[in-house]
């Protein structure tokens, strides 16, 4: 009888340390998962009018890293060609000497980097 008792205390003990071993376990597994989800990313937009009369030009940016352009409805790439298609299409220099085109040009691309460092900036936060 008393080899019986000891034995059922040793059983029971051995079922304790195997239910507290597979809690920790299963806390592990469930924190893992939890901390391993990533945040959905984050889009940042802007828009400003470049040209008078004109439709506004919107920038918009995920985490700082991609970005796009829009301007009257046609999508443009954040890239040198996708701003040089874009400077085209704004038509900010079609009635203006040539002369002039050359420092409109510099100002409109001064402030569209000037837009996607705010852009970058806010998509950050």
Same mark, same amino acid.
């Given at each position: #009888?008393?080899?019986?008792?000891?034995?059922?205390?040793?059983?029971?003990?051995? #079922?304790?340390?195997?239910?507290? @071993?597979?809690?920790?376990?299963?806390?592990?597994?469930? &924190? @893992?998962?939890?901390?391993?989800?990533?945040?959905?990313?984050?889009?940042?937009?802007?828009?400003?009018?470049? %040209?008078?009369?004109?439709?506004?030009?919107?920038? %918009? %940016?995920?985490?700082?890293?991609?970005?796009?352009?829009?301007?009257?409805?046609?999508?443009?790439?954040?890239?040198?060609? $996708?701003?040089?298609?874009?400077?085209?299409?704004? $038509? %900010?220099?079609?009635?203006?000497?040539?002369?002039?085109?050359?420092?409109?040009?510099?100002?409109?691309?001064?402030?569209? &980097?000037? #837009?996607?460092?705010?852009?970058?900036?806010?998509?950050?936060?």
């Amino acid at each position: #009888m008393y080899i019986q008792k000891n034995n059922n205390k040793l059983k029971i003990n051995i #079922m304790k340390k195997r239910l507290m @071993v597979l809690s920790i376990l299963l806390f592990g597994v469930l &924190f @893992v998962f939890n901390t391993s989800c990533e945040e959905d990313p984050k889009e940042a937009c802007d828009q400003e009018e470049f %040209c008078e009369g004109e439709p506004e030009v919107t920038l %918009c %940016c995920t985490d700082g890293e991609e970005c796009y352009w829009t301007y009257d409805g046609n999508e443009y790439a954040d890239t040198d060609s $996708g701003l040089d298609d874009l400077f085209n299409d704004l $038509g %900010c220099t079609s009635t203006t000497k040539s002369a002039n085109n050359e420092q409109i040009r510099e100002d409109i691309y001064n402030r569209l &980097f000037a #837009m996607r460092e705010r852009v970058i900036a806010k998509s950050l936060l």
